[in-house]
């Protein structure tokens, strides 16, 4: 799966952020937006607390050519979030087939539609699969995410909610079957959207659950399997 767009969605403890940890540890070039300095990722080696830092890592990488690019930014508390992702996604504009994560990104925009977003995200979701940027946005309530990123993410992980507000948001953009199997899940299990308006339900802490999201349809993953047995 490349130049894609992937949102994770649910309450704190649901697992949205285990679930994005293991679809980046299944790639190399990541990059992650973590205000909230996540547990999750204590597995990527490289931290950086400032837009300073960051370029420092991106003249360090010049100069050793690692074999795995990897970094984490936690930025300071002082700055103001809206800020802290617009100079994090212009860093990240300048780099080519990686993959980007947004941790809670709701919390760094002013609004739902594209003017409230940050305008080096907006260049970063509305241009970013041209330049090999694959794009990972987690986010507590499916309301509060930016429409430019809901409607066009290619799959969608949503964990269960009742929250009319939520559930109103999810009509208009997978529909109301899918959006009544969300209320349905139990506190650990995510509904996977597909770009082709399949799905499938998953356990959050199920092994497979990041080779299920990097197919394209549900059934492209069985029909793998398939081949794997013949």
């Known amino acids: 799966m490349h130049n894609r767009l992937i949102l994770c969605v649910g309450f704190r403890g649901s697992g949205k952020s285990t679930v994005a940890s293991s679809i980046l540890r299944a790639n190399n070039g990541v990059f992650v937006f973590d205000p909230h300095g996540d547990e999750v990722y204590r597995w990527i080696p490289n931290t950086a607390r400032s837009l300073d830092e960051l370029h420092d890592y991106s003249r360090w990488r010049r100069a050793a050519n690692p ?44 609004g739902l539609s594209s003017a409230g977003m940050p305008s080096e995200l907006r260049r970063v979701v509305n241009q970013g699969r041209h330049r090999g940027l694959n794009q990972v946005y987690t986010g507590l309530r499916y309301a509060e995410i930016p429409r430019p990123i809901s409607a066009g993410a290619d799959v969608q992980i949503i964990f269960a909610t009742r929250e009319p507000s939520d559930l109103d948001s999810m009509r208009a953009r997978i529909g109301e079957e899918a959006t009544e199997t969300v209320q349905g899940l139990a506190r650990h299990e995510a509904l996977v959207f597909f770009p082709d308006r399949s799905w499938q339900s998953i356990g959050s802490r199920d092994a497979k659950i990041a080779e299920l999201v990097l197919q394209d349809t549900a059934n492209d993953l069985q029909a793998h399997k398939a081949e794997e047995r013949a």
């Not at 984490?72 to 103001?80: C, E």
């Not at 996604?89 to 002013?110: D, F, H, Q």
């Open 67 to 110: 074999k795995r690019v990897m970094l984490r930014y936690l930025p300071d508390g002082r700055v103001d979030p809206y800020d802290a992702l617009d100079g994090f996604c212009a860093w990240a504009w300048g780099w080519r087939n990686c993959w980007l994560c947004i941790e809670e990104v709701s919390e760094a925009t002013r």
